[in-house]
């Protein structure tokens, strides 16, 4: 955390002025080359911007403008990492990420600029009397602000934590409830898992979502949005009907015609709860999930030994998300899988929430409570958008424990790409396995790589600098 002040705060902020003033006459203005603080604050329009910087902050490719998820497709079985790159994550797939890990630092602190820059908008909203914006405006920038953080100590607790099903004591993060503006603040202790989950339920209470909007924009912070964290959040402390409670407040939305159509321009339907847009400008290296969605010189690979794709009833002819897995010309082989697949203008949006998801977690959530027969008919509404003809399983008829598989395995064939299985494997306390290279009665073996109890391979370890200047991070 010795790399996050204000001083980095106001640059992301300034970036966001720069990028959004040069109009036709902005060479004919006299521009002012010094804004502080208090210049921010006086104008309606800097504050939109401040509260933009934050949005910046978050998408950063080193967090969740794409590394997310990478890191998480690397965690899960439905991909094979077939480099030694660090750069491309194959210490993520082995599960050996070190303190000095190459990937590490940099996703680490991308996490904590992004939640500074929200705690250092929103603690001045809060402070400030008489803002140019409405009070509703000021609220609603509060509550976004909240969002930003809450949802970064999310992804950052993915990673650094065992999960909360395994041990809900498990030490997690350090938090920072307050901005670090200045050395001397580098202190923070390691919260649990546990305690970071309740401090995010705490913050998006009812009047924090009654302050966001409602819907209209899927790329800023609204009520569905929180809804969907805060499900999210409950699913892991498997409170299955608060998890149902926050997934039926989601509304306004449907499910695409397409998976495709989220993928392709214009990169917006119905189904985007909350999406992160690019700009030539923002969109820096590579694709989101660059390496995994690379045709050629690729790295990540399909599993294609026991990975989703290898089952029946995922790999139908009739199944629509087959379009995205590609083969390699030069072995005839299926090898890898593309819904990034923009490589010279890649200006797809990123999605964190999507309809889908909501329908998803809500069958999951009514399985744990043994109403099987709404949980089947949310599992076929997503299921039959991608196979509405030839199916060889019929989902509507299933209970119990296959059910429970075809709820785990839908997810995992309509997320593929997006980092949704290597979470839900943590979500569940469930080891972490890769295909092995042998055969038994002529089925591919696989092989444990992390469990839950192992904090060292299971876990990523906190970045050397931060132990270095957090002495409570122990």
Same mark, same amino acid.
């Given at each position: 955390?010795?790399?996050?002040?204000?001083?980095?705060?106001?640059?992301?902020?300034?970036?966001?002025?720069?990028? $959004?003033?040069?109009?036709?006459?902005?060479?004919?203005?006299?521009?002012?080359?010094?804004?502080?603080?208090?210049?921010?604050?006086?104008?309606?329009?800097?504050?939109?911007?401040?509260?933009?910087?934050?949005?910046?902050?978050?998408?950063?490719?080193?967090?969740?403008?794409?590394?997310?998820?990478?890191?998480?497709?690397?965690?899960?079985?439905?991909?094979?990492?077939?480099?030694?790159? $660090?750069?491309?994550?194959?210490?993520?797939?082995?599960?050996?990420?070190?303190?000095?890990?190459?990937?590490? &630092?940099?996703?680490?602190?991308?996490?904590?600029?992004?939640?500074?820059?929200?705690?250092?908008?929103?603690?001045?909203?809060?402070?400030?009397?008489?803002?140019?914006?409405?009070?509703?405006?000021?609220?609603?920038?509060?509550?976004?602000?909240?969002?930003?953080?809450?949802?970064?100590?999310?992804?950052?607790?993915?990673?650094?934590?065992?999960?909360?099903?395994?041990? &809900?004591?498990?030490?997690?993060?350090?938090?920072?409830?307050?901005?670090?503006?200045? &050395?001397?603040?580098?202190?923070?202790?390691?919260?649990?898992?546990?305690?970071?989950?309740?401090?995010?339920?705490?913050?998006?209470?009812?009047?924090?979502?009654?302050?966001? &909007?409602?819907?209209?924009?899927?790329?800023?912070?609204?009520?569905?949005?929180?809804?969907?964290?805060?499900?999210?959040?409950?699913?892991?402390?498997?409170?299955?009907?608060?998890?149902?409670?926050?997934?039926?407040?989601?509304?306004?939305?449907?499910?695409?015609?397409?998976? =495709?159509?989220?993928?392709?321009?214009?990169?917006?339907?119905?189904?985007?709860?909350?999406?992160?847009?690019?700009?030539?400008?923002?969109?820096?290296?590579?694709?989101?999930?660059?390496?995994?969605?690379?045709?050629?010189?690729?790295?990540?690979?399909?599993?294609?030994?026991?990975?989703?794709?290898?089952?029946?009833?995922?790999?139908?002819?009739?199944?629509?998300?087959?379009?995205?897995?590609?083969?390699?010309?030069?072995?005839? =082989?299926?090898?890898?899988?593309?819904?990034?697949?923009?490589? $010279?203008?890649?200006?797809?949006?990123?999605?964190?929430?999507?309809?889908?998801?909501?329908?998803?977690?809500?069958?999951?959530?009514?399985?744990?409570?043994?109403?099987?027969?709404?949980?089947?008919?949310?599992?076929?509404?997503?299921?039959? =958008?991608?196979?509405?003809?030839?199916?060889?399983?019929?989902?509507?008829?299933?209970?119990?424990?296959?059910?429970?598989?075809?709820?785990?395995?839908?997810?995992?064939?309509?997320?593929?790409?997006?980092?949704?299985?290597?979470?839900?494997?943590?979500?569940?306390?469930?080891?972490?396995?890769?295909?092995?290279?042998? =055969?038994?009665?002529?089925?591919?073996?696989?092989?444990?790589?992390? $469990?839950?109890?192992?904090?060292?391979?299971?876990?990523?370890?906190?970045?050397?600098?931060?132990?270095?200047?957090?002495?409570?991070?122990?």
């Amino acid at each position: 955390m010795n790399k996050i002040s204000y001083k980095s705060v106001i640059i992301a902020l300034l970036s966001v002025l720069v990028l $959004t003033s040069c109009g036709e006459d902005f060479l004919e203005k006299n521009p002012k080359l010094n804004v502080t603080e208090a210049d921010i604050y006086a104008s309606e329009d800097l504050i939109d911007a401040a509260v933009a910087g934050v949005y910046t902050r978050f998408k950063s490719s080193s967090f969740a403008g794409g590394n997310i998820a990478v890191i998480f497709d690397n965690r899960s079985d439905d991909f094979v990492n077939t480099g030694n790159n $660090t750069y491309a994550h194959s210490d993520t797939y082995n599960m050996t990420v070190g303190q000095n890990s190459i990937m590490n &630092p940099g996703f680490f602190q991308a996490g904590y600029l992004a939640i500074n820059a929200a705690n250092t908008v929103k603690e001045n909203l809060e402070k400030r009397d008489n803002l140019p914006i409405s009070e509703a405006k000021r609220q609603q920038y509060i509550a976004s602000c909240l969002f930003i953080r809450d949802i970064s100590w999310y992804y950052l607790s993915q990673v650094y934590s065992q999960p909360y099903a395994y041990d &809900p004591d498990s030490k997690a993060i350090p938090i920072h409830t307050e901005a670090v503006l200045g &050395p001397g603040h580098n202190d923070a202790r390691l919260w649990t898992i546990g305690e970071v989950y309740d401090q995010i339920i705490s913050d998006l209470n009812s009047n924090t979502i009654a302050s966001l &909007p409602a819907g209209g924009d899927p790329t800023i912070p609204t009520r569905s949005a929180a809804h969907m964290l805060l499900q999210r959040i409950y699913m892991a402390k498997q409170q299955w009907q608060d998890a149902i409670s926050e997934g039926e407040k989601v509304s306004g939305f449907s499910l695409s015609a397409n998976v =495709r159509d989220m993928f392709d321009a214009p990169y917006h339907t119905a189904e985007n709860i909350y999406s992160l847009p690019f700009t030539n400008t923002e969109r820096g290296g590579g694709n989101p999930a660059s390496y995994i969605s690379s045709a050629v010189g690729y790295i990540d690979t399909l599993n294609v030994r026991t990975g989703i794709i290898t089952l029946p009833a995922y790999h139908l002819d009739t199944d629509s998300r087959i379009s995205f897995i590609k083969v390699d010309p030069a072995t005839g =082989r299926e090898t890898w899988y593309e819904k990034y697949d923009e490589y $010279t203008t890649p200006l797809e949006w990123i999605h964190i929430f999507r309809y889908a998801e909501t329908l998803l977690n809500l069958s999951e959530s009514y399985y744990n409570i043994g109403n099987y027969e709404k949980a089947a008919q949310l599992l076929h509404q997503v299921r039959s =958008r991608s196979v509405p003809t030839g199916d060889i399983l019929d989902v509507t008829t299933l209970t119990g424990d296959k059910l429970r598989d075809a709820i785990y395995n839908e997810r995992r064939a309509e997320f593929i790409g997006e980092g949704i299985r290597g979470l839900d494997i943590s979500r569940r306390a469930e080891d972490f396995v890769h295909p092995a290279a042998t =055969r038994t009665n002529g089925h591919w073996d696989t092989v444990v790589v992390a $469990t839950p109890s192992d904090r060292t391979s299971y876990c990523w370890a906190l970045p050397s600098y931060e132990i270095l200047i957090n002495k409570s991070a122990n």
